[in-house]
Structure formats: C-alpha cells, structure tokens
C-alpha cells in the first residue's frame, strides 16, 4: 500500500461527515479526553500489563502488536476503515510507550495525530 493510498483511506475513514458540525465540547473530547483515557486504558493497562507478562527481549514485540491492535478495535464502531486507518498510529504510540513508559507523553502525541487529523479534514 502506497502512502498516497494510506493517506487517502486516513482522509476517507476519518473525515466523511464527522467534523461538519463540531462545538467546543467535540474538541475538548476529541483533543483531551479521548487520547487520555484511550492512552491510559492501552498504554498505560493493557501494554504495561503484556510487558510484565512477557519480559524476555524475544517477545518485546508482542506488547507493541497486541497493544496497538487492541487501540485498533477500540475505534471499530467507527467501521473498518477507521480500524485500519488507526492502525499504524497505533504501532507508534505503542512504540513509543515501549521505549519511554511515558503514557503522558503517548496521550500528548495521540492528541497532536487528533489534531493533524481535524486540520485535514477541515481543509
């Protein structure tokens, strides 16, 4: 898959009608709310908790996977698309909790993705 194609599935997915009719409460969520609680139920539970369960260098990659494919189907009512459009930030932020075990710091990069996200869909 070509990046112009990921790019427009991302665009697709996440832009159809969504963000026609936003207020101030849809960014406060959007910006703050989600990243944080998703970054805390994911990162901070569900990968902190694969990490202990498999400590051995061979298995690191089994908490980046796991964790960013559970990310993934926190956004299925939102459909498929929106899974596999959410997937690869998901490896990242998993990535990142993986190397720093700073969940601030995912629910901070998680928020910015949000935020390219609206920019593009505004446009």
């Known amino acids: 898959m070509t990046s112009i194609t990921l790019h427009a599935l991302i665009v697709q997915s996440a832009c159809r009608d ?3 009719f936003f207020d101030s409460l849809d960014y406060l969520r959007l910006l703050v ?3 944080v609680l998703e970054e805390c139920i ?3 539970g569900l990968q ?3 990490i202990k369960k498999y400590p051995s260098s061979t298995s690191i990659s089994f908490p980046i996977w796991g964790s960013a494919l559970a990310f993934s189907c926190l956004h299925a009512a939102q459909g498929a698309q929106s899974m596999v ?3 690869v930030p998901g490896l990242t932020l998993s990535y990142l909790y993986q190397r720093t075990r700073k969940v601030w710091l995912c629910a901070l990069l998680h928020s910015f993705f949000n935020a390219v996200l609206l920019v ?3 446009l």
């Open 48 to 50: 902190h908790y694969l």
């Open 120 to 122: 593009v869909c505004k």
């Open 18 to 20: 969504k963000f026609q």
């Open 85 to 87: 459009a959410v997937f």
């Open 42 to 44: 994911v990162r901070s």
């Open 33 to 35: 709310l989600s990243p």
